[in-house]
T-cell receptor
Framework: NAGVTQTPKFQVLKTGQSMTLQCAQD?????MSWYRQDPGMGLRLIHY???????DQGEVPNGYNVSRSTTEDFPLRLLSAAPSQTSVYFC?????????????FGAGSRLTVL | DAKTTQPPSMDCAEGRAANLPCNHS???????VYWYRQIHSQGPQYIIH???NNETNEMASLIITEDRKSSTLILPHATLRDTAVYYC???????????FGAGTILRVKS
């Protein structure tokens, strides 16, 4: 049981490049989400999914795309990276149990856009 | 989901109880109080949650006032490894947009 696995741990991109941050969980969690965290700030929700085939926007969705074709995977795509997307990205998942939505977070992916 | 207010930072002596307050005066009847913490550079970690009754687990205790407008997270015997940012979050039954505020930086000192 690996929990939530994020890859890569570190990535450097040039402005305009595209890339995908991978997130996989082996706990059969229905709910998955992506956050970004900038220095000195809390986590901000980018996108989330309540099940395969269902995604929705969070607080800061612009510049990011997601899809959820399987229960296990929830990749985050940057189509044209910008320096403002330099951040640490966290993926999280949980069961959708009323009153018990306990999130399990991955270790994070640190992205630098030059 | 209701907004929460936490002090920006607190200090605690090692071995003493750490009491972290959180105000959530606009909480509604079906919203839960969750606490997470984030140790430097790591992913956040779930600590505890509750609706109206006090809760205790192996990590901490959660005390929720009778009117539910505030709560306190208690780490009974703080250690240096408890130094982290602690987030208080209010979330509905199926609250999908889990919003993290700035949290409280807890510094445990020897």
């Amino acid at each position: 049981n690996a929990g939530v696995t994020q890859t890569p741990k570190f990535q450097v991109l040039k402005t305009g490049q595209s890339m995908t941050l991978q997130c996989a969980q082996d706990m059969n969690h229905e709910y998955m989400s992506w956050y970004r965290q900038d220095p000195g700030m809390g986590l901000r929700l980018i996108h989330y999914s309540v099940g395969a085939g269902i995604t929705d926007q969070g607080e800061v969705p612009n510049g990011y795309n997601v899809s959820r074709s399987t229960t296990e995977d929830f990749p985050l795509r940057l189509l044209s990276a910008a320096p403002s997307q330099t951040s640490v990205y966290f993926c999280a998942s949980s069961y959708r149990v009323p009153g018990a939505n306990v999130l399990t977070f991955g270790a994070g992916s640190r992205l630098t856009v030059l | 989901d209701a907004k929460t207010t936490q002090p920006p930072s607190m200090d605690c002596a090692e071995g003493r109880a750490a009491n972290l307050p959180c105000n959530h005066s606009t909480i509604s009847g079906n919203e839960y109080v969750y606490w997470y913490r984030q140790i430097h550079s790591q992913g956040p970690q779930y600590i505890i949650h509750g609706l109206k009754n006090n809760e205790t687990n192996e990590m901490a205790s959660l005390i929720i006032t009778e009117d539910r407008k505030s709560s306190t997270l208690i780490l009974p015997h703080a250690t240096l490894r408890d130094t982290a940012v602690y987030y208080c979050i209010v979330r509905g039954l199926y609250g999908n947009k889990l919003v993290f505020g700035a949290g409280t930086i807890l510094r445990v000192k020897s």
